[in-house]
């Protein structure tokens, strides 16, 4: 296929799932700096191999290659860096300093509780609450079977759940 016409249907295929390619890298490492590069090399990666996609699930095949680029840069650099709330914060219009106050400590205490689950339990959450994929699409992204997946979903659901509770 000549690069013209590659370009063209991989910008097709694959541009539409830019912000969920992002919104799961920026999770699994927990730094938008990083994840805006490990995203950029991602579709690098993508483009490479754009011949041998078969054009099933654009989706689940980006995010796979998004995936498998930010979990090897994490077993690399083993970098911890702390995610910024203010840069994730949500638009939504508050009446007063009090609600908004409480409005930012529950966000918090949600990233800071989404953050503390193991990497697996992160990323299915974040592909199956934050991206809507089905389970099927999760399982084909993770390279593992759908009862997996909703098992890892049921098991972070229940951490969530116990780690919400358990602050004031």
Same mark, same amino acid.
């Given at each position: 296929?000549? &690069? ?12 539409? +799932? ?69 840069? +994730?914060?949500?638009?939504? +219009? ?11 400590? &529950? ?62």
């Amino acid at each position: 296929m000549d &690069d013209p016409v590659k370009l063209r249907l991989f910008e097709d295929a694959m541009l539409p +799932h830019l912000r969920a390619a992002h919104n799961l890298a920026r999770w699994i490492v927990k730094s938008p700096p990083d994840a805006e590069d490990l995203v950029q090399e991602a579709y690098i990666k993508a483009f490479r191999y754009f011949d041998g996609f078969q054009g099933a699930n654009s989706q689940a095949w980006l995010l796979a290659i998004v995936r498998n680029t930010c979990l090897t840069w994490l077993r690399e650099s083993r970098t911890v860096v702390s995610f910024d709330e203010h840069i +994730h914060r949500t638009g939504e +219009h508050v009446r007063n300093v009090e609600e908004a106050l409480v409005v930012e400590s &529950d966000i918090g205490s949600l990233r800071d509780c989404i953050e503390g689950l193991p990497v697996e339990y992160r990323e299915a959450i974040v592909m199956r609450e934050l991206e809507g994929m089905s389970y099927k699409e999760i399982a084909e992204t993770m390279s593992v079977p759908a009862g997996t997946i909703m098992s890892r979903l049921s098991r972070a659901r229940k951490r969530l759940e116990d780690c919400m509770g358990s602050r004031p």
